[in-house]
Structure formats: structure tokens, C-alpha cells
């Protein structure tokens, strides 16, 4: 069996269906963010995966894919900073971390 | 590619997904983080397979040593109540959601599967070549360096903003800030005062 871009790819996109559903059907705030730490990991998985297959990328060194998966890395983890400061800020106004509580907009 | 590499494609895909399956579908918090864990140590096996050590590298110190602490530092905070119990969405949104994520999901996939066998197979990486460092700190280092020194930066600045809006979002109000928005209440002026001076 030769593994080649497409099965890469393939994996990145259940990855992030994987993620997105999560993000869709639970309702706890803790588990939404880590649904979104799964989907910017599997872009990253696309990143590096087109990184490898762009022709020429091992003569001239290109690692355009790679930096690109760099950044999101550390913008994730500034996501998931601020994530879970609003997830503790959340908690001390409802005492809960259900999504369904956090409706003072919607009255 | 190599067999090697091949095999350690399908057992990192595997865990991944298993990883992710766990993190979703898990009822405890706790048990998700964990298993967010597993699917992040899989996805350095992935990188690694693509002859990305740097990023392998960073994946492990920033996600499994940064993010999922923070996650469980987090979920150590809120203590029991972050099992929210049996309040996820109704069986029939969530087949709804289920179907159309599928489904989409399942599209791609057989598009990107069915490609084109020319750009399928890329040349493998001899020993000792100058292929070798393809991925390693000095490439990668280069490449952002070179390419991406304005975004280098610029993520500093949104690092340091993430840490003063986490502060600030975390930190809640002291028993006489408490106090004195609970004053303001009465008096929309003094609110929007008592705003100003936050």
C-alpha cells in the first residue's frame, strides 16, 4: 500500500469533520474548545501534508507549509488562553460551564 | 516513501482519530483532555512521518505540554461542575448534525482519495543526503526567518495580548470593585464611570 497526499488529506478531513461535529452537538464549553484545538490540528495535518508533495520543496528547502502550520500553532495557543479565561469567567457568573446558560443576549 | 514511514502513517492515523473520537464523545471533561492528549502525541507520529521534526518538536512542548495543562489546570478549577451531565443537544439535532458533518466529510475524502497517482509518490530522502535537514531547526528556522519575519513578530505582540486579555478575563472583580459596580447600578452614569475606570 503506498500512502501518498490524498490518504493525508483524507485524514485531515475526518479529523476536522471529527471536530466540527463535536463543536456542532456538545454543549460543554470545555469540550467545544477542545473541538477547535482538533480542528486547527487537522489544518495543520493539510499544511505540512501539501508541504511535503509541492514539487521541489527538497531541492530548494521550501517549508512555506510548515510556517504556515507554525503560526497557527501559536495562534491556537493563544485561542486556548483566552478560551479558558472566558470558560472560568463563564463559570463564575452561572456556575456552569453549559453553553445553554450563557443566554443574557438572547433575553 | 518508505515502509516504515508508511506504517507509522497508519498507526499514528489510527490513534488520531481514536484520540479525537475519545475527545468528542467523552461525558467527563477530564477524560476528553486526555484523550486530546493521545491524539496530539498521534499527530507528532503524522508530522514526523512527513519529515517535519521542528514542527513534531513544537507540537509536543506547545500543545501536550502548554495547552493541555492549561486545559487541565482548567477543568481542575471548576471542580465537578465541569461534567455538565445529560445537557447535550436532542437526539434528533444531533443526527442532523451528525448526517451533514458525515456526509460532507465523506464527500472530500473520496475526492482527495481517488488522485492522481503521478503526484501520489514523492521522491524518498537518501541518507546522507542534503534532503536530510528538510524539516530540522535550521530549515524551518530559515524559512520563517526569511519569509515570515513580520508575522514572527506580530505573533509576540498577539501572545502578549493573549496574556493580558486572559488576565483580564480571569481575574474578576475584588469585593470593593464588586461594590462599587453594584453602586453604579442605580446610576447608569456612574456604570458607565466605574467602566471607564476598569
Redesign the interface.
Known amino acids: 500500500?503506498?500512502?501518498?497526499?490524498?490518504?493525508?488529506?483524507?485524514?485531515a478531513?475526518?479529523?476536522?469533520?471529527?471536530?466540527?461535529?463535536?463543536f456542532?452537538?456538545?454543549?460543554?464549553l470545555?469540550?467545544q474548545?477542545?473541538?477547535i484545538?482538533?480542528m486547527l490540528?487537522s489544518v495543520?495535518?493539510a499544511l505540512?501534508?501539501f508541504?511535503?508533495?509541492q514539487p521541489g520543496?527538497?531541492?530548494n528547502?521550501?517549508?512555506?507549509g510548515?510556517?504556515f502550520?507554525?503560526?497557527v500553532?501559536?495562534?491556537?495557543?493563544?485561542?486556548?488562553?483566552?478560551g479558558?479565561?472566558?470558560?472560568?469567567?463563564l463559570?463564575?457568573l452561572k456556575?456552569?460551564?453549559?453553553t445553554?446558560r450563557a443566554n443574557q443576549l438572547k433575553h | 516513501m518508505s515502509t516504515a514511514g508508511d506504517l507509522l502513517f497508519v498507526v499514528s492515523a489510527i490513534a488520531a482519530i481514536a484520540g479525537a473520537a475519545g475527545t468528542v464523545m467523552s461525558r467527563k471533561p477530564l477524560r476528553a483532555a486526555l484523550c486530546l492528549l493521545g491524539h496530539i502525541v498521534a499527530l507528532v507520529g503524522i508530522f514526523l512521518s512527513l519529515q517535519a521534526h521542528m514542527l513534531a518538536a513544537i507540537q509536543l512542548l506547545v500543545y501536550a505540554g502548554a495547552v493541555v495543562v492549561l486545559f487541565v489546570f482548567v477543568i481542575m478549577l471548576i471542580g465537578p461542575e465541569a461534567e455538565t451531565g445529560s445537557s447535550d443537544k436532542g437526539r434528533a439535532v444531533r443526527g442532523l448534525a451528525a448526517a451533514l458533518m458525515g456526509s460532507i466529510t465523506l464527500a472530500i475524502m473520496f475526492v482527495v482519495l481517488d488522485h492522481n497517482p503521478a503526484m501520489g509518490l514523492v521522491r524518498g530522502c537518501e541518507p546522507g543526503t542534503d534532503c536530510m535537514t528538510f524539516g530540522g531547526v535550521e530549515a524551518l528556522g530559515r524559512n520563517i526567518y526569511i519569509g515570515g519575519m513580520v508575522p514572527f513578530e506580530l505573533v509576540s505582540i498577539t501572545l502578549l495580548v493573549a496574556i493580558i486579555g486572559a488576565l483580564a478575563m480571569a481575574r474578576g472583580r475584588t469585593p470593593a470593585e464588586a461594590k462599587a459596580a453594584s453602586a453604579g447600578n442605580a446610576d447608569t452614569e456612574a456604570t458607565a464611570a466605574a467602566a471607564e475606570g476598569e
Do not use: K, P
Not at chain 1, 500500500?1 to 485524514?11: N, R, S, T, V, W
Not at chain 1, 478531513?13 to 463535536?22: K, N, R
Not at chain 1, 456542532?24 to 460543554?28: D, F, H, Q, S, Y
Not at chain 1, 528547502?61 to 512555506?64: E, K, L, R, S, W
Open positions: 500500500m503506498d500512502i501518498g497526499l490524498g490518504e493525508y488529506i483524507a485524514l478531513t475526518l479529523l476536522f469533520g471529527i471536530g466540527a461535529l463535536g456542532l452537538t456538545r454543549r460543554n470545555l469540550i474548545l477542545m473541538s484545538e482538533l490540528n495543520n495535518v505540512v501534508a508541504n511535503r508533495w520543496s527538497y531541492d528547502m521550501n517549508h512555506t510548515q510556517t502550520a507554525f503560526f500553532i501559536a495562534v491556537a495557543a493563544a485561542e486556548a488562553a483566552v479558558l479565561a472566558i470558560v472560568i469567567s463559570f463564575r456556575g456552569s460551564v453549559e445553554d
